[in-house]
């Protein structure tokens, strides 16, 4: 591997997973100061839905932000970092960040050397995200019932 491609096979891992935890930090936020702000009966169940709307696109600016980070590992690689059933178009990307994000790992698609820290990375962010999300989510849940 060139001396770039080791520097961002172990920068870039925490670069995205930090990227991550702002954009997610900033979507509860929105939901929370925005979405969630009213109470009431009358407005639980849209603001509910809301909520989860915004919390999902904040999911996967996530996922995107991690393919970003497999495209620059590819651009600077000799050899493909991701092996199986790929064209390396970002819509591939995207499908292997998805699947990595939510622990989903169908197996179609699977890292080389450069791009298996990056993916171990991504596979306990989003499991952390998703249980953010996850308790975020209860906790309004909850807050909402007792008003």
Known sequence: MSPLLVILHW?????????????HHAGIGLVYSKVLRTRGLETAAPNMVQALLVLLAAHLFEIALFAVGFVLLQAFATEPVLTGAIDYSFP?????????????????????????????????????????TAAFLFAETERSDGD
């Open 11 to 23: 920068v870039l891992p925490f670069l995205a997973a930090a990227g991550t935890v702002l954009i």
């Open 92 to 132: 591939d990307y995207i499908y292997y960040s998805a699947t990595t994000y939510t622990s989903l790992g169908l197996g179609d698609v699977y890292p080389a050397e450069p791009a298996r820290l990056l993916t171990g990375v991504e596979a306990l962010t989003g499991l952390i995200m998703i249980a953010w």
